[in-house]
């Protein structure tokens, strides 16, 4: 969908920083979120620990434990699979929140899970013993079929049989009863992902983070690196850091492609354009630009000397094909 999505689209500014910029795949990082979690002062474990460091942001002292992020999804049957939406599409108020955890903690009481629901969006799960298992984050699930997407590991069979139980527990409970009959998406299914133990904390470094993304601010607070929503704007940065523009976000992962162009052209308008203006005058020394695809991390460096090579003139759809 790439190339007719691009087609008709003015980029100038997007267009000629990729064409000049110094371009990078890079192996061994997983996602665009676990690269900002590596340069925010995090070590990867099993999986990224999220869920231990954003449960001590909500009130709670993980102390030792083994915790996974548990968040609450609604799974849709497509054709043969099962796509999961998250509360992008729905919302859950504190009251059904408890309502589920507590059904989950009686259901599985004589074993070793503990469900907790400090928030709404935010639920826990603890392990009485570390799984040997591999999960993928909530963020690269929703909208997706998930077969693909489901742990994996010494142990992802157990885990599978552990969703499957969840989904035959919460499928007629009654505070999913009354979610249906006021036409809202009941809760049938838990996104089991970041987990591990609370890492050790690192020192405070020389950096500073943009971002209204819950997790990668608890953990930029956990390592005591100074964060703030971004600005609208590329000029009103007057400082070096690390931006995250998450505003395709959501229109890729439910393929809202009208949305996805407009908040494309909004980020060309508001900050591919003056960052070109910025190198070519002087004023930004260097910028890159880190993206992700298909499994893949990807990165575009320029600084003004690059800019400067004019004869440098790759389409957008040509620059963006690196898959």
Not at 39 to 44: E, N, S, T, Y
Not at 49 to 55: D, N, Q, S, Y
């Amino acid at each position: 969908m790439l190339a007719p999505l691009l087609t008709d689209m003015a980029m100038p500014g997007l267009g000629t920083l990729l064409a000049r910029a110094k371009f990078t795949r890079h192996t061994g990082i997983d996602s665009l979120h676990g690269a900002l979690y590596a340069a925010l002062g995090i070590a990867r474990q099993t999986d990224w620990p999220v869920a231990p460091i954003t449960l001590l942001r909500d009130g709670h002292a993980p102390e030792k434990a083994h915790w996974y992020r548990a968040d609450p999804v609604h799974l849709q049957p497509a054709r043969d699979q099962l796509m999961l939406v998250d509360q992008a599409a729905f919302a859950l108020d504190a009251s059904e929140a408890t309502q589920l955890v507590d059904a989950f903690n009686q259901h599985f009481r004589d074993r070793d899970y503990r469900l907790l629901a400090p928030h709404p969006k935010r639920w826990y799960l603890q392990t009485a013993h570390p799984p040997r298992i591999r999960t993928h984050p909530l963020r690269s699930a929703s909208g997706q079929a998930i077969n693909q997407l489901l742990p994996q590991g010494e142990d992802a069979l157990d885990w599978h049989r552990l969703y499957n139980e969840i989904q035959m527990l919460f499928f007629d409970l009654p505070v999913n009863t009354a979610r249906e009959s006021r036409g809202e998406l009941p809760v049938n299914s838990l996104w089991c992902w970041g987990g591990g133990i609370l890492p050790v904390q690192t020192a405070k470094k020389d950096s500073f983070l943009w971002s209204t993304d819950s997790d990668l601010c608890a953990v930029a607070e956990f390592s005591h690196i100074p964060y703030a929503a971004p600005p609208g704007q590329a000029k009103l940065i007057r400082q070096s850091g690390m931006l995250l523009l998450d505003a395709l976000e959501g229109s890729a992962q439910y393929g809202d492609y009208t949305t996805w162009r407009e908040n494309l052209l909004q980020l060309e308008q508001h900050w591919f354009v003056p960052w070109l203006t910025q190198l070519k005058r002087a004023e930004l020394d260097s910028l890159e630009i880190w993206s992700e695809y298909a499994g893949q991390v990807l990165s575009w460096r320029m600084t003004r000397r690059d800019i400067l090579r004019f004869w440098r003139r790759a389409g957008l759809t040509q620059s963006l094909a690196v898959g």
